[in-house]
């Protein structure tokens, strides 16, 4: 158990419909990775937010945004869903964003279906 | 730019043999190279990570790997593979890019273990 929880664990939704995934990081940690994995693209990183803010961008679609709260949670929003959004959505947290590589604990991962 | 070449997506070794997974990495800047194993159905585990220092990392579950700046590698081996080893291994590289650490991964080794 790496710490960080991932809800829903399964997602079955259809094309065109909107949908939230949560992201709780290590207790501590202030900094959240979204990952994808799909079978054609692999891994692929999203984006990352540290303390609240927006940190870097990755091969995020201009559909799906992301926020980090107060409370360092991040939801991850996925809209006017394709065939294609369907795949394993991971959330990873570390203790920094800066100076140092911190090591990155990943989640359970999210998977969605896009039917 | 980074990129990741794991070489081979599938590998089998008989339990007992040596486990060789390869990795080279493409970065413009001193990289940090880590390994993580994915489980069917879970999320990433941490096996090691080179930052700095040493060459020679040891992991969990008696892997090591061994950065070569010549070469551009980072290969994962372990000298006596068990079947709970059967898992998809992947190579990752990071470095500071406007203070965020984002992971590139490769395309996974998928291992299989023949008792």
């Known amino acids: 158990d790496s710490g960080v929880t991932q809800t829903p664990k399964h997602l079955i939704t259809a094309t065109g419909q909107r949908v939230t995934l949560r992201c709780s990081p290590r207790s501590g940690d202030l900094s959240v990775y979204w990952y994808q994995q799909s079978l054609d693209q692999g891994l692929q990183f999203l984006i990352q937010?540290?303390?609240?803010?927006?940190?870097a961008k990755g091969n995020i679609l201009e559909r799906f945004s992301a926020q980090q709260f107060p409370d360092l949670h991040s939801e991850l929003n996925l809209s006017s869903l394709e065939l294609g959004d369907s795949a394993l959505y991971f959330c990873?947290?570390?203790?920094?964003?800066?100076?140092?590589?911190?090591?990155?604990?990943f989640g359970p991962g999210t998977r969605l279906t896009v039917t | 730019a980074q990129s990741v070449t794991q070489l081979g997506s599938h590998v089998s070794v008989s339990e007992g043999a040596l486990v060789l997974l390869r990795c080279n990495y493409s970065?413009?800047?001193?990289?940090?190279l880590f390994w993580y194993v994915q489980y069917p159905n879970q999320g990433l585990q941490l096996l090691l990570k080179?930052?700095?220092?040493?060459?020679l990392v040891k992991g969990i579950n008696g892997f090591e790997a061994e950065f070569k700046k010549s070469e551009t590698s980072f290969h994962l081996t372990k000298p006596s593979a068990h079947m709970s080893d059967a898992a998809e291994y992947f190579c990752?590289?990071?470095?500071?890019?406007?203070?965020?650490?984002?992971?590139?991964f490769g395309k996974g080794t998928k291992l299989s273990v023949i008792p």
């Open positions: 990752a590289v990071s470095s500071s890019g406007a203070g965020s650490y984002q992971l590139t």
């Open positions: 080179y930052t700095t220092g040493a060459t």
């Open positions: 937010y540290y303390n609240g803010e927006e940190r």
């Open positions: 970065s413009s800047v001193p990289p940090y």
């Open positions: 990873a947290s570390s203790v920094g964003g800066t100076g140092t590589a911190y090591e990155q604990y």
